[in-house]
């Protein structure tokens, strides 16, 4: 009798060890899931460490968001402007959100150029994380996932929506602005041909974000600027194309975009081409770097150089990729 109950006592002890351990994880299961709900993973991970900004410097970053687009105007009072957030894969935005966290934004407001997912895929989950005060919305409207989750996003953390088209401005701080001179209007249905195009001027230094748009419109845009160089004017905000300095090259410096005609009139000093490592499009098209090449003093690549960050003062612009020591200066 006693042999017999001796032989049940590590069965039982057995099965209380594993009820306990089958207890222990489903704790350890749910709070792992309230935490990744109030605390999403890619918070976990530390911010990227960047250089502190200069006084009365605004910075643009260029992001390596592989075959994708994301910019963050940092204006001069630690304001961001987010234009674009890439494709919203897994590397990516972690890569974007420990860069804003590094930035540390006193406030954000996000511009969705147009509804294709290389640029807009990320910008729901940046709003999600770090909120925004406004969304600007692409003149041609979609039902694809990312469209709809931006917008989503956007009412869930109580920010403005508004369509960015000709003529809104954006002012940042010390007479920094953003004007948007394409598209004209919402009566367009291509998205890249009506997708945003910024003009960000400080400090007499002026750049350019060419989004997606194609020979067609980058000509269009040309023949109107020849009928009269005030036609992109926003109120007191002036728009000098042929004063540009820097370029974020169109399309990924596809062979479709780049035009001399459009090239000849900007002629930027530099030029930034936002792409990823031997993507499947070839970008940049080797037509287009020739035409780049003609006009344009130097040319830049994420898919070359990672991240690339301009830096705008009253003595000029830097232009750091990789580290410090690439540091160049335009005055």
Not at 149 to 176: D, F, S
């Given at each position: 009798?006693?042999?017999?109950?001796?032989?049940?006592?590590?069965?039982?002890?057995?099965?209380?060890?594993?009820?306990?351990?089958?207890?222990?994880?489903a704790v350890f299961s749910i709070a792992a899931a309230v935490l990744a709900?109030?605390?999403?993973?890619?918070?976990?991970?530390?911010?990227?460490?960047?250089?502190?900004?200069?006084?009365?410097?605004?910075?643009?970053?260029?992001?390596?968001?592989?075959?994708?687009?994301?910019?963050?105007?940092?204006?001069?009072?630690?304001?961001?402007?987010?234009?674009?957030?890439?494709?919203?894969?897994?590397?990516?935005?972690?890569?974007?959100?420990?860069?804003?966290?590094?930035?540390?934004?006193?406030?954000?407001?996000?511009?969705?150029?147009?509804?294709?997912?290389?640029?807009?895929?990320?910008?729901?989950?940046?709003?999600?994380?770090?909120?925004?005060?406004?969304?600007?919305?692409?003149?041609?409207?979609?039902?694809?996932?990312?469209?709809?989750?931006?917008?989503?996003?956007?009412?869930?953390?109580?920010?403005?929506?508004?369509?960015?088209?000709?003529?809104?401005?954006?002012?940042?701080?010390?007479?920094?602005?953003?004007?948007?001179?394409?598209?004209?209007?919402?009566?367009?249905?291509?998205?890249?041909?009506?997708?945003?195009?910024?003009?960000?001027?400080?400090?007499?230094?002026?750049?350019?974000?060419?989004?997606?748009?194609?020979?067609?419109?980058?000509?269009?845009?040309?023949?109107?600027?020849?009928?009269?160089?005030?036609?992109?004017?926003?109120?007191?905000?002036?728009?000098?194309?042929?004063?540009?300095?820097?370029?974020?090259?169109?399309?990924?410096?596809?062979?479709?975009?780049?035009?001399?005609?459009?090239?000849?009139?900007?002629?930027?000093?530099?030029?930034?081409?936002?792409?990823?490592?031997?993507?499947?499009?070839?970008?940049?098209?080797?037509?287009?770097?020739?035409?780049?090449?003609?006009?344009?003093?130097?040319?830049?690549?994420?898919?070359?150089?990672?991240?690339?960050v301009l830096g705008v003062t009253s003595d000029g612009y830097t232009v750091?990729?990789?580290?410090?020591?690439?540091?160049?200066?335009?005055?």
């Amino acid at each position: 009798m006693h042999a017999q109950k001796s032989r049940r006592d590590p069965d039982r002890r057995s099965r209380i060890r594993r009820l306990i351990l089958l207890a222990a994880w489903a704790v350890f299961s749910i709070a792992a899931a309230v935490l990744a709900y109030y605390l999403p993973w890619r918070n976990l991970f530390p911010a990227i460490r960047i250089p502190a900004r200069a006084e009365g410097e605004m910075r643009v970053h260029f992001l390596d968001v592989g075959q994708g687009d994301s910019t963050i105007l940092e204006f001069p009072d630690g304001a961001c402007l987010l234009v674009d957030a890439g494709d919203g894969s897994s590397d990516h935005q972690l890569k974007l959100n420990r860069y804003l966290r590094g930035l540390k934004p006193t406030s954000l407001e996000v511009v969705a150029t147009h509804v294709d997912a290389d640029h807009c895929g990320g910008i729901a989950p940046v709003i999600e994380t770090f909120g925004a005060t406004k969304l600007w919305l692409p003149a041609v409207p979609s039902e694809n996932a990312v469209y709809r989750n931006a917008v989503a996003a956007a009412e869930e953390k109580g920010a403005e929506t508004e369509i960015l088209t000709r003529y809104r401005a954006i002012p940042g701080a010390c007479g920094a602005y953003a004007v948007c001179i394409s598209p004209y209007s919402l009566g367009e249905d291509d998205p890249n041909e009506s997708s945003a195009v910024l003009y960000v001027s400080y400090q007499d230094v002026q750049i350019l974000l060419g989004a997606d748009i194609p020979a067609a419109r980058e000509r269009l845009l040309v023949r109107e600027y020849a009928l009269d160089e005030t036609i992109f004017d926003s109120g007191s905000y002036a728009v000098r194309l042929d004063e540009v300095d820097v370029l974020r090259v169109s399309h990924h410096g596809s062979s479709t975009s780049s035009s001399e005609e459009w090239l000849s009139l900007l002629s930027p000093d530099i030029a930034v081409i936002s792409c990823g490592r031997g993507n499947r499009y070839a970008h940049p098209a080797s037509e287009a770097v020739a035409r780049l090449a003609a006009y344009v003093g130097e040319i830049y690549r994420t898919d070359e150089l990672g991240d690339i960050v301009l830096g705008v003062t009253s003595d000029g612009y830097t232009v750091t990729a990789g580290n410090e020591s690439s540091k160049r200066s335009y005055l």
